[in-house]
């Protein structure tokens, strides 16, 4: 128990000396009053440069999800879909998602997920005469 003991107060002891008892100056002490002639002069050395460059927004994080509204143009645009673009995938939308699904290869779930999103979206913008016609 002995043995213990005076290891534990060489610990404290330890401590105390090499820095964790020591408290730093309070930073009034620390540091000199300056003249408002040096504090300019230190404002105008030390201005940060304002970049005049037009910031890029951040790509969306993780795969990107499109909308309804983007669904159903391409579709349109892929000669699947004759509804309105009405923003709302329903049954119509998911029958036209189903059918582009099966004449691509791919699975036929009714959901736009990462791949049919991959396939779908060339008919997003297409140029003038890229829009192939529909497989039956």
């Known amino acids: 128990m002995k043995k213990y003991s005076l290891i534990i ?3 404290f002891f330890g401590f105390y000396m090499f820095g964790c008892g020591k408290k730093e100056a309070p930073m009034e002490e ?4 300056m003249s ?5 002069a230190t ?3 030390t201005a940060p440069v304002v970049s005049q460059a037009k910031l890029e927004p951040l790509p969306p994080a993780g795969p990107y999800k499109p909308t309804a509204n983007e669904i159903q143009t391409a579709l349109k645009n892929a ?18 998602i189903e059918e582009f699904q099966q004449a691509n290869g791919l699975k036929a779930d009714g959901k736009v997920g990462t791949k049919t999103w991959a396939v779908l979206s060339k008919y ?8 192939e016609p ?3």
């Open 30 to 33: 620390a540091q000199e009053p």
């Open 9 to 11: 107060a060489v610990m």
């Open 36 to 40: 408002m002639e040096a504090m300019s």
């Open 43 to 45: 404002a105008t050395q």
């Open 79 to 96: 000669n699947f879909y004759s509804g309105p673009i009405d923003g709302e995938i329903g049954p119509v939308t998911k029958k036209a």
């Open 134 to 136: 529909r497989k039956r």
């Open 124 to 131: 997003l913008n297409p140029a003038p005469a890229a829009a």
